[in-house]
């Protein structure tokens, strides 16, 4: 759900997504769901002499899965608040994992 | 930090993740954000059907820099913390 929400601050901005198959794809973020599965808009191909088929697309649906990176933006990421967040959701983990009664509830 | 304390402090394999992604974001999956990222790609030519011997052919080494970059947790083989100088 961290990332979910991360990626959800970046909609509307840049961001390179480079697949598990080697294609690397450019475009603007338009939405994100709960598996990271994105959709792009006016997207770019880097290496597209090696994949036509994408050539002519111009909004495509990436599945969450057959990603393996995501190029971010530096400028528009607070790396300290996502570092807040990530101890947040380290320490909610460990508690429902050590089957602490007041986060069982939740 | 005593060395007792910090046996303590690990107690699962996700505390030696943190230690190791520490100032970093990461999730349960090993989803992690990594700041001026370094990716190294090693390939070696796979020639052992010629006369080589089963000698493995040339080396390649590709490195790319990347200053923020989400590495996706299913890809994810192992967690090393990074060398001190």
Known sequence: ???????ST???KKITLHLKNDVSIEGTLTSIDQFLNVKLEDIKVHNADK????????????RGSVIRYVDLPFEEVDTALLQDATRREAQLLKQKSMGDPKTLAV | ???????????????LVKLCLDEQ?????LNM????AKETVTNFEDDRDQVNDGEIGE???????YKLLFVRGDSVVLVSPPKRA
């Open chain 1, 1 to 7: 759900m961290l990332f979910h929400s991360f990626f």
């Open chain 1, 10 to 12: 970046l909609i509307g």
């Open chain 1, 51 to 62: 994949y036509p088929h994408l050539l002519f697309l111009k909004n495509i649906f990436v």
């Open chain 2, 1 to 15: 930090m005593s060395g007792v304390s910090m046996s303590s402090m690990i107690t699962e394999p996700l505390d």
């Open chain 2, 25 to 29: 974001a990461y999730d349960q999956h």
């Open chain 2, 33 to 36: 954000v990594l700041e001026d």
């Open chain 2, 59 to 65: 080396k390649t080494v590709q490195t790319h820099s």
